[in-house]
């Protein structure tokens, strides 16, 4: 898969080696750039197996006191990391400062469009009011606000769901798990997190004064979790579990479940696409499930 052109010799970091993280630093790196990774177990996890002799893997673990060196001549980074469970921003709270001290020329930070909150099914932009009914969506605005406060070369790249290989409904509908939930006029947004990875080297490819501080990362096609389930199992070719309405369930589900609930927004990715010119892979789940599932089957032993 190609993404935007990186420059050879470039040297990144991303902070937090997880799914996206890790999908990143694999491009960049087939870009030609050399990519270090944190991670806070004691060796890179399972998914980074064979490694790139391009990526390089940090130990970053605030909580036990694991801060790590930063290789010198950074010249891109990305924080993947969410808030921790105090609301606070690791990465913040350690690597700023050695962050200053790098030639850095982009540094992307991954947010979340639920600082926009509930608008009832309404459409936002970047210009939009950011109201955040969630703990989790609050502390991640905070964050974000402060990071693009740091004095650095700061993007913030707002995301909704990330769906890819293996985090779509295939293995819930196979196991008999999924559950066919429907709640009127409920939508969702979601985004591949190859069009993450697109979005993030399509806009550091940009002249820095055509960067945008704050850029939505979203899909073409906000639609009812119910109808993303719908064409997984027709991909699969398995039936769908029984429909149950939101009102009648919500008493069963946790806290967590009931959050995804809470917000009911549609997001728009025009500032991305037409403004800037990015052209998604996947502009709609329909795509994007197909080339997962794809790719799940082209892994499995």
């Not at 979340?112 to 909150?117: E, F, K, L, N, Q």
């Not at 009011?129 to 964050?143: D, E, G, I, W, Y």
């Not at 069963?252 to 990015?278: E, H, I, K």
Request: net charge positive; with cysteine.
């Amino acid at each position: 898969m190609t993404f935007g052109a990186v420059n050879r010799g470039a040297r990144f970091l991303v902070v937090g080696g997880g799914y996206t993280g890790l999908r990143f630093a694999r491009a960049a790196a087939q870009q030609g750039a050399e990519v270090w990774l944190t991670t806070r177990q004691p060796t890179p996890p399972a998914a980074a197996q064979p490694q790139d002799e391009r990526l390089h893997w940090l130990r970053f673990d605030a909580e036990n006191g694991q801060i790590p060196a930063l290789p010198a001549n950074l010249s891109h980074g990305l924080i993947t990391l969410p808030p921790g469970r105090d609301g606070r921003d690791a990465a913040l709270q350690h690597l700023l400062e050695p962050l200053r001290q790098q030639p850095l020329q982009w540094l992307g930070y991954l947010s979340t469009t639920g600082v926009y909150g509930d608008v009832q099914g309404g459409w936002v932009d970047e210009r939009s009011a950011t109201n955040p009914s969630l703990a989790r969506s609050r502390a991640r605005l905070q964050c974000e606000q402060q990071w693009l406060a740091s004095g650095l070369p700061v993007q913030s790249f707002r995301l909704p769901a990330i769906y890819g290989p293996g985090r779509c409904p295939f293995e819930q509908l196979r196991s008999g798990k999924a559950r066919l939930v429907h709640k009127p006029g409920q939508v969702f947004c979601r985004i591949h997190v190859d069009d993450i990875v697109g979005a993030l080297l399509h806009a550091l490819a940009l002249p820095a004064e055509q960067r945008p501080a704050v850029l939505n990362v979203s899909d073409d096609a906000p639609c009812p979790s119910s109808e993303t389930l719908g064409y997984a199992a027709h991909l699969l070719g398995c039936k769908l579990p029984e429909l149950q309405r939101f009102e009648q369930v919500a008493g069963t589900l946790s806290p967590m479940a009931l959050s995804f609930w809470a917000d009911n927004r549609r997001v728009s990715n025009r500032l991305l696409c037409q403004d800037l010119g990015y052209q998604l892979r996947y502009p709609s789940y329909r795509e994007g499930f197909r080339a997962s599932l794809a790719e799940e089957l082209a892994q499995a032993p």
